[in-house]
């Protein structure tokens, strides 16, 4: 079950709260980009970042002179945010559209990994859970770029989860109103592969499917 502190209590539509970690580390699988608050000299910024879960952590990367990297590193507490959206609802009366959606918060502060080892192995994760088996075949990172890249890491120990999926909810009164009403559903759907230009021929084509169940365009 999901820690509940004063920043992770869900009050503006409650019901719709959810306590379950699966819910969350399902998010975190599916989104892989989080939105990341910062405060620096010039104000608050939310950047989007490419992120991924290993057990209970979030990893992101970055070049070592990221500004944003250095920030997060420094600055301490921080909020990761995670949406999936997954359809209109489209009502009787205008003020009860509404949309389904899977969303997520994270808050804690980063912390840098600083062995090599553990930096390259979990860089490997990451393309891993988007291309299965691809790191048996490319050339992996070397000393150089390992030393080259920063990778921070936040727990997953203070985190909310909300999903809507509840439907279409008029009033009574418009019911009787004779327009189509229902859900507009919303998905992403990944591939098929486009080889790039330069690739020689008789290379065979991946599959990568399998990390995309449900979502592999055929």
């Known amino acids: 079950m999901l820690s509940k502190t004063n920043r992770t209590v869900i009050k503006k539509g409650a019901h719709k709260a959810v ?3 699966e819910k969350l580390h399902a998010i975190i699988d599916e989104s892989l980009i989080a939105h990341i608050a910062i ?13 991924w879960r290993v057990d209970n952590y979030v990893y992101i990367h970055g070049a070592n002179n990221s500004r944003l990297l250095r920030s997060l590193q420094k600055r301490g507490q921080t909020c990761l945010t995670f949406t999936l959206f997954d359809g209109w609802v489209l009502a009787r009366s205008a003020f009860h559209h509404s949309a389904h959606y899977r969303s997520a918060l994270v808050f804690g502060q980063f ?5 090599s080892q553990e930096k390259n192995h979990l ?3 990451f393309i891993e859970q988007i291309a299965p088996g691809r790191t048996q075949d490319i050339r992996l990172s070397n000393e150089k770029e390992l030393k080259a890249t920063m990778l921070l890491r936040i ?4 985190a909310s989860v ?12 418009d019911i009787d109103i004779p327009v189509w009403a229902g859900v507009l559903p919303y998905r992403t759907v990944v591939g098929p592969l486009q080889a790039c230009e330069d690739l020689y021929e008789g290379i065979e084509e991946p599959d ?11």
Do not use: C
């Open 19 to 21: 306590t379950e970690v």
């Open 39 to 51: 405060t620096n000299d010039s104000g608050p910024v939310v950047i989007p970042m490419l992120a």
């Open 111 to 115: 912390e840098k990994v600083e062995n």
């Open 123 to 125: 860089l490997n994760h």
């Open 155 to 158: 727990p997953l120990t203070e």
């Open 162 to 173: 909300k999903i809507s999926n509840f439907g279409v909810s008029d009033e009574a009164q």
């Open 208 to 218: 990568y499917r399998s990390a995309y169940p449900n979502r592999w365009q055929k």
